[in-house]
């Protein structure tokens, strides 16, 4: 079944390259432009993470370039595989993802979360890309206008208000381009099915799966994107214009031979390490009795007796249900790369009037279409369906294993049913999301020393969500109740004749006979596949104002320093709104296959924030020896929340260069984050959650006092039925009472530069998030009440009368709420060199690199508190999730000569990882042995992928540009696949999933 996290309050990646090395290693010790252009004498320019607009700026915070030929050297299609391949950032929602995808494509800065990375374009916020993860989407951004990506590490919220914890990431797009330039990109997957490993060998031939095997092709992706620029009136005015087109093939985890089941670990003693997993809900169906006992005036459902699936080779019989056997492979259905089609448009304007008034206007449209699929929708096992004991589509002996004594009679049994749509195919998330953003605003000279930005900026994602091939639970029970028509003689549903009142409830309805090979007809599934539609919007208002004062024209300076005091001062107000809208299917919880039983509502909501900053950056000491510089700067920013309040943010910065080769820096930052809409508005609603019950089954791992903790009553002890899919109902909400999170980073590094050719930067890191906003966790609020017995726990779990956590009315409270704290700190390395070899031609030598020391988490606070837990170097299916390398760098070598031509090669390299079961943390390894532990699951190696490119420019209008990324086609780690949470047994957003990745392109300029 489908888990329906959207509802939640909560590929290949391309290599680095010198292009984004070399800049970034020189960014953070030179001024950052916003142009290429910007290398006018006297130009006011800013860099990212700071409010001051001063020629002579130079970025104290560590900031990483990704330049526009690295942009173009990777073969870009996407933004996210751009960002992916760096060290900084962890793997996110993407175009791997299928279940419960969003569509959005998104960037998570030190694993610490999405809606902690701020993202900005030209040094604006960019709004939220969808009203279900409320977050940037990157696919907003054109990515043939990059000019370059500025990543900035830890809190800036002083500067840029709420969601800056983790840092920034400011997409700087070219609005001064001239000419016309036309780009076209052809890219595809290229894989050897070659998987060899003797486990999964077994595990495939015992249930006689037969998956891809050999060379194949696949996940085309082309590419078109022009753009237009001109200045006028002796350049007082410019416009940039662009559109693009993308559109990308599917590739589905069926067409791996490593993703082709879903592979479940065995136990560690035996010589087969892996099974193929398979679901209950099968192609040929599994049936099984129910009882119903009345407690209280609620019916309670319990499986008794054989279950049992239809004979494949015996028509009229049934054989008893295997899971070995009969389990269902839903994976070749789930999309590995979702297919998608991106139109863009955009320009960008300004007319210089005057020195004062310089009016700019920025729009920018996006439509994006994209599907996700997943497996068949149908009845799920373990939801009860009825079906009448006298349904002529059962032959007798049938009747007998259903109804037993009721046999032949019209009485209703209930039965758990577990039959796939295999007929209809797959279950498609067809999702579309169109977004506009529209800057307006003037800038220039208020008088000389004093320069001004003012600007009103729109934002609206716009989402329409169709979900198709699911089925209708009302209209299954309805083509379950199957009579014999007293007219015709034939098999007609019950509810499409007239009734003992003369009514007819359904005259469409149509028997849907899965009793019988073969039987399901065209007819009964376009009666039962019912479409279910969401639709909603995001809109984001801004108006800022910043005021730039170059203090020096009034003679404030330090005594010792040659450069003068600058000071920004601003205001800025923002309003955010979310919308989220379903139809009859979802408020009523009526689509088998979503995961929603009690339905869906509704959610609306806005807030608004008044802010006030100021920053002010003091040059202390220029030109004397031993100080070639030092500078201070420092920021401040107060906000005013509509709903949460009033918070502040702060930051203190300094640098020192004893000498102008070598600076040293080191920054102070407090940042906050405001809850976002979805987080306080989001309607209390019943999704599932993916783990264990351990008081369910006949033999439950907890005690019955430890259960009776959780509101099992004695009688219903090892009488509660296990989910066959393990997942349980938690009922999710959103909390109007959220404080803001803090954060605060500390950073300390320095920038040698012995040569103008040569340059290392190392700066260490260290962010703390304290009241970060979340939820507990279902599995981890029930672990807690068997463990403590605290009401504070025990209270949340709503067991339904016989005491199941998924039938009925039971569920989990997990509701959002300010939990414990994140914290992480690590090293950056950026090394670059570059030296002339004779003839015009230069190599290239660079290096970006992160060493992760510490990822702590604590879950809960106060009576939540249970202790701490340490990540780095550690994955796992329960606390830890993807893996967090301790190192991963991308090291590059390119060669360029006078003629045009460049060849570049890089190495990305992920160090190893283990499972957090054979951590010595007992919040981790759950008291877990290494002989607990199956050998295939215990760590992930080592990992390095090879790329390499090839760029050449022919006569004055021509670039052409081929390359590879993983150029040895190297098979991602695989693991059990309830580790991943794509069930493909690989990290997708991770490693290169897909194989070798190969592109062509080129370039028209003129």
Request: hydrophobic content about 35%.
């Amino acid at each position: 079944m489908k888990n329906f996290s959207k509802l939640k309050a909560s590929v290949a990646p391309a290599a680095l390259g010198l292009a984004m090395v070399a800049q970034s290693a020189f960014a953070q010790e030179a001024t950052t432009p916003q142009s290429s252009d910007d290398a006018a004498p006297q130009q006011q320019i800013i860099v990212t993470g700071s409010r001051i607009a001063n020629p002579n700026l130079t970025a104290i915070s560590p900031v990483t370039v990704v330049g526009a030929t690295e942009v173009k050297n990777q073969g870009t299609t996407r933004v996210e595989d751009l960002l992916n391949s760096l060290p900084q950032v962890f793997a996110s929602e993407g175009s791997s993802d299928a279940n419960g995808a969003s569509g959005i494509a998104t960037v998570d800065l030190r694993n610490l979360g999405v809606t902690r990375t701020l993202v900005l374009v030209n040094g604006r916020r960019l709004g939220p890309g969808d009203p279900t993860v409320i977050a940037a989407d990157l696919n907003f951004i054109p990515a043939a206008l990059i000019q370059r990506v500025d990543i900035l590490t830890g809190g800036a919220s002083a500067t840029y208000g709420s969601d800056a914890l983790a840092g920034v990431v400011n997409f700087v797009l070219n609005k001064d381009f001239e000419g016309v330039q036309l780009d076209g990109q052809y890219s595809f997957y290229n894989h050897n099915n070659d998987y060899n490993k003797s486990e999964y060998l077994d595990a495939l031939a015992a249930r006689n799966y037969q998956p891809p095997r050999g060379m194949t092709t696949d996940g085309a992706a082309k590419t078109v994107n022009l753009t237009v620029g001109a200045g006028f009136d002796d350049g007082r005015g410019h416009v940039t214009a662009y559109a693009g087109w993308r559109r990308v093939n599917a590739v589905t985890q069926g067409d791996r031979d490593y993703s082709y089941c879903g592979y479940s670990a065995g136990n560690s003693s035996g010589s087969n390490y892996y099974t193929c997993g398979g679901s209950s809900t099968s192609a040929n169906g599994r049936f099984r009795r129910t009882t119903n006992s009345a407690l209280g005036s609620t019916p309670v459902y319990r499986p008794t007796g054989t279950s049992y699936t239809v004979n494949p080779n015996a028509p009229g019989t049934f054989r008893t249900f295997s899971s070995a056997r009969d389990g269902f492979n839903f994976n070749p259905y789930n999309y590995f790369q979702r297919p998608d089609e991106r139109y863009t448009l955009g320009a960008f304007a300004h007319y210089q009037i005057n020195d004062s008034f310089d009016p700019y206007l920025e729009v920018m449209f996006m439509d994006d279409h994209t599907r996700a699929q997943i497996a068949p929708s149908g009845a799920f096992y373990g939801t009860d369906f009825f079906v009448n004991c006298n349904n002529p589509l059962l032959s007798a002996s049938q009747q007998t294993a259903l109804c037993a004594g009721n046999a032949g009679t019209n009485t209703l049994q209930s039965l758990y049913i577990g039959r796939r749509n295999v007929e209809g195919g797959g279950r498609v998330d067809d999702l579309r999301h169109t977004d506009y953003r529209i800057v307006a605003g003037t800038k220039g000279q208020i008088t000389e020393g004093i320069t001004y930005d003012v600007y009103g900026q729109f934002w609206r994602a716009i989402l329409a969500e169709r979900y198709e091939n699911d089925f209708s639970r009302a209209k299954i029970n309805r083509a379950l109740n199957v009579v014999t028509d007293p007219t015709t003689g034939n098999a007609v549903c019950a509810a499409a004749i007239p009734n003992a009142q003369g009514q007819v409830i359904d005259a469409n309805c149509v028997p849907w006979n899965i009793f019988s090979p073969g039987g399901v007809t065209q007819a009964a599934v376009d009666y039962l596949q019912t479409p279910g539609f969401q639709t909603g919007e995001t809109t984001e208002y801004v108006a800022s104002g910043n005021v730039s004062i170059d203090l020096g024209t009034w003679g404030v300076k330090a005594p010792w320093a040659d450069d003068s005091v600058q000071l920004a001062l601003g205001a800025e107000y923002r309003k955010e709104k979310l919308e989220l809208t379903h139809d009859i299917e979802f408020l009523t919880g009526d689509l088998a296959g979503q995961g929603t039983p009690f339905g869906v509502k509704d959610t609306k909501g806005s807030f608004s924030v008044k802010e006030i900053y100021g920053e002010i950056a003091i040059p202390l000491v220029t030109g004397k020896p031993g100080f070639d510089t030092l500078a201070f700067t420092g920021g401040y920013r107060y906000s005013d929340y509509s709903l949460s309040g009033s918070v502040s943010a702060y930051k203190a910065q300094l640098e020192w260069a004893p000498v102008k080769e070598l600076r040293l820096r080191a920054g102070y930052n407090r940042a906050v984050r405001a809850p976002n809409t979805l987080e306080l508005f989001n309607e209390a609603n019943v999704v599932l959650w993916s783990g264990q019950d351990p008081c369910a089954g006949a033999a439950p791992s907890a005690t019955a006092a430890q259960c009776a903790l959780t509101g099992v009553t004695a009688a219903d002890y090892g009488t509660i039925d296990s989910n066959p899919a393990n997942q349980y109902n938690q009922q999710t909400s959103g909390n109007r009472g959220l404080r803001p999170e803090k954060g605060d980073t500390y950073t300390l590094g320095f920038v040698f530069t012995p040569k103008s050719n040569i340059s290392l930067s190392v700066d260490a890191y260290d962010i703390r998030i304290k009241d970060q906003i979340s939820t507990l966790g279902a599995r981890f609020i029930i672990d807690q009440c068997i463990a403590t017995g605290l009401d504070y726990f025990c209270s949340k779990i709503n067991r339904a009368p016989g005491g199941s956590l998924f039938t009925g009315t039971g569920y989990v409270a997990n509701p959002t709420l300010n939990l414990g704290s994140v914290k992480t700190r690590g090293i950056d390395v950026n090394g670059s060199a570059r030296f002339e070899i004779g003839g015009g031609s230069s190599v290239a030598l660079s290096l970006v690199g992160t060493y992760l020391d510490s990822y702590k988490i604590r879950a809960g606070q106060g009576v939540s508190d249970v202790g701490e837990y340490d990540c780095a170097g550690y994955f796992g299916a329960n606390s830890c999730g993807t893996p967090l390398p301790k190192w991963r760098h991308t090291a590059r070598v390119t060669y360029t000569t006078a003629s045009g031509v460049s060849v570049s090669a890089a190495w990305r390299f992920f160090l190893h990882t283990k499972n957090e079961l054979l951590s010595s943390q007992p919040l981790l390894n759950g008291g877990a042995t290494e002989a607990d532990v199956n050998p295939s699951v215990r760590g992930l190696p080592d990992v390095s992928y090879f790329d390499l490119s090839l760029s050449a420019r022919v006569g004055k209008n021509y670039t052409f540009r081929i390359g590879a990324q993983n150029l040895f086609d190297r098979t991602p780690p695989v693991l059990d696949s309830n580790y991943t949470t794509n069930g493909s047994g690989v990290y997708a957003q991770v490693y290169d999933s897909l194989g070798r990745y190969i592109y062509a392109a080129v370039q028209l300029a003129f």
